[in-house]
C-alpha cells in the first residue's frame, strides 16, 4: 500500500509519499469554464493565468480557510495530483488539518480523499505535525507549545502524546495579509495591484522589522488614470497590513498561554513556541513573537514545509499515529 501525508492546504497543497520525501507542492487552485463548469488547468498552471483570464473563464480556490468549499473541483484537484506522483494502487494518506478540526469539515475531507481513489484515510492535527516535522520529542509528560500560522488559518496548541491541553484555530493567515496589501497600497500609492503581486510584495520585502529598508517594484493599474503604472515599495510601506494581522493572531496565542495549567506554563517558560508555516517566513517574525509573548520563540529550519514532513513521519509509524490521529 502506497503510504502518503497530504497537506491540503488553503494556498498550496503538499504531498509527502513514504520512501520518497515531499513529491509534490502546487497551488491549490483549478482554472475553470464558467459556462460549462469545464476543468481548464490545474495547481500552478492555473495560479499563473490569476486576475489574467477573460469573462469566460474564472479560477477556483476549492480550500478556503482550511476547510473544504467545492467537493467536486476539490476531489478532482486531489486525483490530479494523486495520478502525478502514484500509480493507481490502494493508497493510505494522512491529511493534516487545524487544530479542533469539526467533524463536518473532516466528513468533506473523506468524502474528497474517497472520490479521488484514496483506500484508509487518517487526519491529525497541524500543530502534532508541525512538531514531528521539526524534531520536536513528544512524550506524555512534557508538553510543547506549537504556533503554526498559514494561508487560512492559525492554529496553535500546547499538546503532549496524552493530547491537547489547549488549543484554538482562527480564520487568520497570510491570506488576510494579502487582501489588505492591495488595499493598502491603492490607498497609499494610487495603485491597484493583483493578487499574485500582493503575494510576492509580502514573500519578498513583508517584514516584522521596524527598520528593515528592502524595496520591491510591482506592477499595476493607475488608480486615477487607469494606466498601467509601477511603484516601488519598502517593508516599511507595508509594516501596517502586515502587522494588524500578526497582532491579531498573538493576541488569541497569549489569551490562550494565559489560560494554561500551572505546570504546562512552566514548561513553556522553558521551552518555548516552536513557529511554522508560511507566513512564519516573514523577517523579524520569531523574534516579533517572542517580544510579544514575552517566551522564547523558535523558527523552524524550513516553516513551509515541517507539517507535511511531520505528516510523512506519523504515517509510517503506525503507533504513533494511532496516538496522534483524530477520532
Known sequence: MIKLAIDFGTAETK??????????????????????????????????????????????????????????????????????????????????????????????????????????????????????????????????????VGAGKSSMAAFSLDGIIAGVTMNVGGGNIDRHIIDHVAEKFDLQIGAISSEKLKNTVGSLLENDDRTCLVHGRDVKTGRPRSASISSGDILFPVQVYIDKILEYADLLIKRLPEEVAATLCKTGISLSGGVCCLSGFAEYVGKKLQTEAHLASDPVTCAVLGGGRAVGNASLLHKIEMR
Open 15 to 148: 504531498i509527502y509519499r513514504l520512501g520518497s520525501g515531499i513529491v509534490l507542492a502546487e497551488a491549490t487552485c483549478l482554472s475553470v469554464q464558467k459556462d460549462t463548469g469545464e476543468i481548464r488547468s490545474y495547481g500552478d498552471e492555473a495560479k499563473r493565468v490569476l486576475g489574467k483570464t477573460s469573462e469566460f473563464t474564472e479560477v477556483v480556490f476549492p480550500v478556503y480557510e482550511g476547510d473544504i468549499v467545492n467537493e467536486r473541483y476539490a476531489g478532482a484537484l486531489l486525483e490530479y495530483y494523486l495520478d502525478k506522483v502514484t500509480s493507481r494502487s490502494a493508497i493510505e494518506a494522512l491529511f493534516c488539518v487545524p487544530c479542533a478540526c469539526t467533524l463536518a469539515s473532516r466528513e468533506r475531507y473523506y468524502r474528497v480523499a474517497k472520490a479521488a481513489g484514496i483506500s484508509r484515510v487518517s487526519f491529525v492535527e497541524s500543530p502534532y505535525l508541525a512538531a514531528l516535522g521539526q524534531d520536536i520529542p513528544l512524550s506524555e509528560s512534557n508538553p510543547v507549545f506549537v504556533l503554526d
